[in-house]
């Protein structure tokens, strides 16, 4: 049986309650502004480029996530309210005062890092097994390959 299946999945449920929020691009990277909706799936809404930032009236209780253009890896985001850097942000009721959210480089494990220079250098699930490395590494990156490249899940 597929566990995933069951669990809950992210998704925007209904609000009455708006959210005036700043997204800005504090990473060298282009990065994708995504919405998940109702169901659960990601809306790309806009492509940021360094530095830029966007505007949006969003509501409470819709998560946005945020993604580099090229790589699809996921953006670290935090706002003056968050103590830590996440991946998801869900806004709050910003009383009409304009939320800044400062979408930045993540923090990544060296085994992270190193499997996305893998990738970079577009090492695939058949020859990193021709790499002198552990076993068990090499069956990591081909799961870190399967999964989109992230290493959760």
Not at 42 to 70: C, M
Not at 81 to 100: C, G, Q, T
Request: aromatic residues 14%.
């Amino acid at each position: 049986m597929d566990e995933k299946a069951n669990e809950p999945r992210m998704r925007s449920v209904n609000s009455t309650r708006q959210s005036f929020v700043r997204f800005f691009n504090l990473s060298p990277k282009k990065v994708d502004i995504i919405w998940i909706n109702y169901e659960g799936v990601g809306v790309t809404y806009k492509t940021l480029a360094p530095h830029e930032f966007f505007d949006i009236s969003t509501w409470v209780s819709h998560p946005w996530i945020f993604r580099d253009n090229v790589t699809k890896d996921t953006m670290a985001v935090f706002s003056c309210d968050s103590r830590y850097a996440r991946s998801v942000f869900l806004p709050s009721e910003s009383m009409n005062k304009r939320k800044l959210v400062f979408i930045t480089l993540p923090i990544y494990s060296l085994k992270e890092r190193c499997f996305q220079v893998f990738r970079d250098l577009h090492i695939n699930a058949t020859n990193v097994f021709s790499l002198e490395l552990p076993r068990i590494l090499q069956h990591e990156y081909v799961h870190f390959l399967n999964n989109g490249g992230r290493t959760d899940g």
